[in-house]
């Protein structure tokens, strides 16, 4: 069935996971951050791949095979809070956690929950004189194989 994601994915910043297949258990995702509410945009959090062209002499038809695997560019831009200082603090430059994202949402049982382990490396406030929300944009760099399409820990 299609869904929007508004609404039902969710996105937390965990400190820690002690598995080493990046399956956080309930305790490890209840001593998160959820940082959904404060969320204006996504970008990045994918794989990508360099694949590897391999002609031979039998063909003109330049094949390719997979190549290095390497993680997007990534980053949430967020709100910023007039009073608040969460996002610059949580989110300082340094900071190492896992960002979650629950693309299905955070029900137990639910697929789709994805892990990357990361390093924020740039905290930015964004200068505008447009009329809108003042933003900060958050950088990260994913710092290993992120792990996919796992299973919320139901306990």
């Keep these: 069935m299609r869904f929007n994601r508004k609404g039902i994915t969710k996105v937390y910043l965990v400190p820690t996971i002690a598995s080493t297949a990046l399956l ?12 959904t509410d404060g969320i204006n945009a996504i970008d990045g959090f ?3 791949n ?14 390719k095979i997979g ?17 608040l200082d ?6 300082a430059k340094g900071t190492t956690g896992y960002i979650v994202i629950f693309s299905k949402g955070k029900a137990p049982s639910a697929k ?16 505008t004189t447009d009329n809108e929300a ?22």
Excluded: C, H
């Design 112 to 127: 789709g929950m994805d892990v990357f382990p990361v390093t924020v490396v740039s905290n930015s406030k964004a200068y």
């Design 46 to 48: 994918t794989l990508e």
């Design 86 to 91: 969460d996002t610059e603090t949580d989110l």
């Design 134 to 155: 003042a933003k900060i944009t958050v950088q990260f760099t994913i710092s290993a194989r992120p792990a996919f399409n796992q299973t919320v820990p139901s306990t």
């Design 24 to 35: 956080p258990t309930t305790a490890e995702i209840t001593a998160g951050t959820d940082l």
């Design 67 to 83: 190549g290095d695997d390497s993680a997007a560019d990534s980053s949430l831009t967020f709100y910023e809070d007039s009073v």
């Design 50 to 63: 360099s694949p590897i062209e391999t002609p031979d002499m039998a063909s003109t038809f330049v094949s």
